[in-house]
């Protein structure tokens, strides 16, 4: 079973899971705990290969966001939380998609920071230039690449830095099995274009995340139950550089939300 933790407001209280992207771990959450403890129980995770989880098992080669999906899935089971608002940044956000779509009765909001809904042509560029190389270059100059090209600006530091220095604990052979995910990006994300949840949805994006922010405005001006909320002079990463403001938004939408 993955690595958990929890705080518990009340028994009533509803729950709020927080799913890293890869390369992270539950971490990365540590300027949203505080602020919304306040009003949720909250479930943080560390997925598969990262923090304090146990990656897969020698002889298992590939992984699948199925597979991902039934890991949160058998937390959720083991807590008995029936339902939960799903919080996710990058990658994170496209494992509750298919979270959402797996097991849609289980899913009442999603906040969807960071989030990729397709890849542009530099994106993939990018993910065919590491597919290349992977097996000849170390996946820390791969994913420093990444990094940089992602959040380029000198504002963009901190979370480049915290998100480099986390998946420099991940092991050579985990940081492959969640590479080879990436070949699974483009016919996922296509699907979940074509079929756009009937769950309320808030989208958080920096002003200057360059890749994924037009990608996303396009996706939330078709859905009905989908808005977006864009942060000023932030990156990708927003739950870091613009912490204050994305815990804001993010509240205030989950606390609007009927019980």
């Given at each position: 079973?993955?690595?958990?933790k929890t705080h518990q407001l009340t028994t009533e209280a509803p729950w709020v899971v927080f799913i890293h992207g890869a390369g992270g771990n539950s971490a990365i959450w540590y300027?949203?705990?505080?602020?919304?403890?306040?009003h949720f129980n909250l479930l943080l995770v560390d997925l598969r290969g990262h923090g304090r989880s146990p990656g897969a098992?020698?002889?298992?080669?590939?992984y699948s966001f199925d597979t991902i999906a039934n890991d949160v899935f058998e937390v959720l089971d083991h807590l008995k939380i029936k339902q939960a608002h799903f919080v996710g940044i990058s990658l994170g956000t496209i494992i509750i998609r298919q979270i959402a779509e797996m097991q849609p009765q289980r899913v009442q909001s999603m906040v969807l920071?960071?989030?990729?809904?397709?890849l542009d042509l530099r994106g993939k560029f990018f993910v065919g230039l590491g597919n290349a190389f992977k097996g000849v270059?170390?996946?820390?100059?791969?994913?420093?690449l990444f990094a940089w090209v992602i959040m380029p600006r000198r504002n963009h530091a901190e979370s480049?830095?915290?998100?480099?220095?986390?998946?420099?604990k991940l092991a050579q052979k985990e940081f492959l099995r969640w590479y080879k995910l990436t070949g699974q990006l483009t016919p996922l994300l296509r699907r979940f274009e074509a079929k756009l949840p009937e769950i309320p949805t808030l989208y958080v994006m920096g002003g200057e995340d360059h890749m994924f922010l037009p990608t996303v405005q396009n996706m939330v001006?078709?859905?009905?139950?989908?808005?977006?909320?864009?942060i000023d002079s932030c990156g990708h990463v927003v739950t870091i550089e613009q912490p204050q403001l994305f815990n804001e938004r993010a509240i205030r939408f989950l606390r609007q939300l009927p019980a």
């Open positions: 079973m993955l690595y958990f300027r949203q705990v505080r602020a919304f403890q306040a098992a020698e002889n298992q080669l590939n920071a960071g989030a990729i809904a397709k270059m170390p996946f820390m100059w791969l994913y420093k480049r830095n915290f998100f480099i220095r986390e998946a420099q001006a078709k859905a009905h139950h989908a808005t977006l909320e864009i």
